[in-house]
Structures are given as C-alpha cells and as structure tokens.
C-alpha cells in the first residue's frame, strides 16, 4: 500500500498520476447531515488552500461530494477520487464523512494544514485512487490534564483540532485536582475564586529543590466550556469531564474546607496544593459532601450534554477519577468510622466503593454512565461503572471479565508525560523512557481476554499529565509524535505487535513531520530535542523502572 497517510487506512486502490484539481471553481455539495463537515472544509481547508468551495449541484464535474452511506459502520468511510470527474466521499454517518475529509486533506499536502494560503499561485490535486477505511476501537482518546497546569482555552481547542487530524474521538478533560479547579460551577463559586490558582508550584519532579516563584492558575467560564464542547461536537470529538472524588481534591477543600476530614485535620489551614505525589486530604465522606457534589455535577451535567457528538455515545460518560485516594484520614477519623458502622461496611476501601456506587447510581438515573481509573474496583466495582485500566492491564482485565467496559491506558505503553528517549538531555525525565517505536507497538487488547471479554474494551487512550509540563510547548514536546502512532494504534487495524512495520510507518512520519510543522506543533524531533527544548537542571526521575507518580 504506497500511501504516506497516518494512521494508516484498511487499503488504498492506486494512486495514479491522473487525479482532479481543486480551484477556484471547485464546487462543494453535502448531503443532508454533513452540514458540520461542510463548515470545516470551508473554514480549513478553504481557508488554507484559498478556495471558496460554494455549494454546487450533486453532479457537477470536479467537485467535492459528501455522502451518507447506509452499508457502512457510523465511522468507516469510502473516498473515491476519479479523474476529470470529482472527489466522492461516502461514509456511514456525518462521523465517517468528517474522518474521510480529514483522509482529503493529508493527501493535498502539508500546505493544507496552514490557516491561510502560502502558494496562492499553485494549483492543489489530488492522484485519482480509492480509501476505505474505519476503525479498530469506537473509544480513540487524548485524556488532557488542565489541572496541574492550565491551559487556556485557545490551546484546548488547538488540541481538538490536532485531535480531530489524527482521527481521535474522545477528549477526556481532567478538570480538577488538588493543585486547582478549573472549571466554574456558580452554585460554588469559591471553587474558582480560592480553588483555580495556587501561590506557587515545583519546577520538576517532586523531588527538585527548585520553585516557580510566581501564581500559576485559571479556569474555564461555562460559556469557555460550551464552546470547547460545541467545537469538538462538529469535529465528532466526545468530552469526557473529570471531577475527583474522593482523593485528589485539596483544590476543593481549601475552598470549602467543611468537605474535608475536620475532625482530623485543620482543613482551613489548606491551600491548593503547590507541589506533585499523592496527597491525603481527601473528602470526608459525609452528607454535605454528598449533597455538595451532587450539585457540583448537575451543573457538569448540564455543560456537557449526552448527545454532543451524536453517534459515538460517548458523551454520556462522566469521570470521577476515583485514583490514589489515600486511607489514612478514613482510620483516623471517628466520623469515618461511624460511617463505616453505620453502612455495614467491612474497611475503607468499602467506603469508597460506597462512595463510588452513590454517584453511579446518582449519574445512572440521570441517564449518564460513570467512567474512573481502575482504583474503583476495590471494594466492589460499582454496577455500570466502566473502567480506565490505568496501572497496567490488570484491572482492565479484571474489570472485562466481570462484564464491564474498559478504556485501556496503561501507563507503562501510553503515558505521554514519561520521557522519549534514555539520553541525558530529555527535558525533566520522568518514568519510564517510551519511544515512538515502543508507542506504535503498544497493543491495547490483552491476550489474556477471551473474545467476549475483549468486547468490553471500548478502545484505548492516551493520557498527558501536565505536572512538568508548564507551558503549551511543553505540552507540544511530549504528546509528538507519539500521538501520531498512538493514534495508528487506535484507529488502524494493526497485526500483533511484533509484525508491525515501524520502517514504513517512520518513512510515513517523514510526510507527517511537514504536516505537524504546517500545523505549529513543537514536536520532538527524530534526533532528539532541539536546545530550547531541553531543561538543564530540572531534576526529574531517570531511573528505569521507577514508580512514575509524580
């Protein structure tokens, strides 16, 4: 297959040298539901490329055509370009429409990923061929962590864009934790006034002595969210939102201090948390905390409909992380213990089991599904939950066989804040050192997994946790280019791991560099990082095989 397209599609017939010319009187019709898809191209892709693509009839020689297809899966698509004739794509839904446009514009060259005409005196085509393509997983994920370091909003729908470039599907948005909340519920608005900045932050790993000596914070209004919505909606981009509970939430309980364990602790005396690890202010597990949350949530739910993206279905999930909740405050404190009595429940991992099930419960009746990190199998895995294996496979495993749906992530293989390469000039090394050779190779069904079971996983993700990364092109250096072969592994139906033809997909990375320059993405490059990328003297954990919590 002589293609330079990523992620790789199922097959390509041709190219030839013949094909169709797109110019100023190329025309542009769409059948009924493609409108989205008809938007985008005009506003990108025109706009690149300089074409106006006004609508035109259905069978105008040379044009673009969009169309619904009922033989195909929702996703797959079928783009036909016929010489002295046009560009037909087909697809199962408006999803496989727009993914298939998103095909048209890697095969019009780097160019067509820039905002504005750079050629204006050449004439774009396209070789005369046919792609068919769908994807391997529904679930195609990028989880965004804007709770260590805020990103704002401008860069959020950036990466929706780069997203959608890269045929992936589910934003999940990681929105609070213990060094700030960033997203603004008006029944609670000290979450944003206290909550969504801190006094300063470490600069590295944990254990660097150095300080960013200066507030870092910010937040999203409910307007900023419906437009980030809104926006991954026409780009068939599900957002998945994050809340924290029970653990990682010191951001919340320096701003409501009553959610925190008081009969422990002087929870007044918290700040949002300025440093990295596993914090053990975690909430108490009371009514008010309850009744708070659930308040907390109705407005979530309102920010982030069902439906957004239409087909996928994806947009009902809600996160509640669920993840490194320490014990210790639970033992130690008498209302805990009363709770624990008063539940019939046997410990604290019970409790937070208990904790789990009232909100699955709560979002079940609401019509929403509730997703958390795999922590939520102890203690009983609540009914409907699905699970985020993010500790390796195991708990995807465990949760699969149990009848549960799972989103593989494990942080040995996807994890894209660890460092890129074992060389000493990886900007804060942190974990384990995967490349973008070790990514393309990560497999995201567990062989263990009878065929029924291998149903549950919905799909994988990848997750980019921002502790040391403090700025956008931080943000940039680490998620490229593994995103790019991430995203052949959740899209394209790959053999097993070992069969994989990493030289071609690298000759194919070759093409995709000049897409990602055209697109402003700091990428690493193959020999390793440029001098501006580099953080000398930042300590982070370079050990292999070292716990990677940071």
Request: aromatic share 10%.
């Amino acid at each position: 297959m002589d293609t330079d397209l990523i992620p790789a599609p199922v097959s390509v017939e041709g190219p030839v040298r013949c094909g169709v010319s797109l110019d100023e009187n190329t025309t542009l019709w769409g059948a009924p539901g493609t409108e989205g898809t008809q938007r985008w191209l005009r506003s990108t892709l025109g706009a690149a490329l300089g074409l106006s693509l006004p609508p035109g009839p259905e069978n105008a020689r040379g044009a673009v055509l969009l169309r619904l297809d009922e033989g195909l899966e929702p996703e797959a698509y079928k783009l036909r370009v016929v010489a002295d004739q046009g560009v037909e794509i087909r697809g199962g839904g408006p999803a496989g429409v727009f993914w298939g446009t998103q095909t048209l514009r890697q095969l019009l060259g780097p160019d067509a990923f820039r905002r504005a005409p750079v050629r204006p005196e050449i004439t774009y085509g396209v070789a005369h061929q046919t792609v068919e393509d769908a994807p391997r997983f529904a679930w195609r994920g990028l989880m965004l962590d804007v709770a260590r370091h805020f990103l704002p909003k401008d860069q959020v729908l950036r990466y929706l864009d780069l997203m959608a470039a890269h045929k992936l599907n589910v934003l999940h948005f990681h929105l609070t934790d213990d060094q700030g909340w960033r997203i603004e519920i008006k029944r609670y608005p000290r979450l944003t006034e206290i909550g969504s900045w801190r006094a300063r932050t470490k600069f590295g790993h944990r254990a660097s002595p150095l300080w960013e000596e200066k507030p870092h914070g910010g937040f999203y209004t409910q307007d900023d969210i419906r437009e980030i919505v809104a926006y991954a909606a026409e780009r068939h981009i599900a957002v998945v939102p994050e809340i924290d509970v029970p653990g990682h939430s010191q951001a919340a309980i320096a701003a409501y201090p009553e959610l925190g364990n008081t009969d422990v602790i002087d929870t007044t005396s918290l700040t949002v948390w300025d440093t990295w690890g596993i914090n053990k202010n975690v909430l108490a597990p009371t009514d008010n905390t309850l009744r708070f949350y659930e308040g907390v949530f109705e407005e979530v739910l309102e920010l982030f409909p069902p439906d957004a993206t239409g087909s996928s279905g994806f947009s009902a999930f809600v996160h509640i992380g669920g993840d490194e909740c320490p014990k210790d405050q639970w033992r130690e404190s008498a209302g805990a213990q009363a709770r624990i009595r008063e539940l019939g429940l046997a410990d604290e991992d019970e409790l937070q089991s208990w904790f789990v099930r009232h909100f699955d419960n709560w979002l079940t009746a609401r019509g929403r599904r509730l997703i958390g990190w795999d922590e939520i199998l102890q203690g009983g895995l609540a009914p409907g939950a699905a699970v985020s294996s993010w500790r390796g496979y195991a708990g995807g495993i465990t949760a699969a066989r149990a009848g549960h749906d799972v989103v593989m992530c494990p942080e040995q293989q996807v994890y894209l804040d660890h460092r890129q390469d074992g060389g000493p000039d990886e900007p804060v090394p942190i974990g384990f050192a995967r490349t973008l050779e070790d990514v393309f190779r990560f497999e995201p069904v567990p062989p263990e997994l009878t065929p029924d079971e291998a149903r549950h996983v919905l799909g994988t993700q990848a997750n980019v946790w921002t502790e040391v990364m403090e700025d956008p092109a931080r943000v940039d250096y680490q998620t490229f280019p593994r995103l790019a072969a991430f995203a052949e592994v959740a899209w394209s139906g790959l053999p097993a791991p070992a069969e994989r033809d990493f030289a071609d997909f690298a000759r194919r990375m070759t093409a995709h560099y000049a897409r990602l320059d055209a697109l402003g993405v700091g990428y690493r490059p193959p020999s390793g990082p440029r001098p501006w990328q580099r953080r000398p003297g930042v300590l982070g954990r370079p050990i292999e095989g070292a716990p990677p919590n940071v």
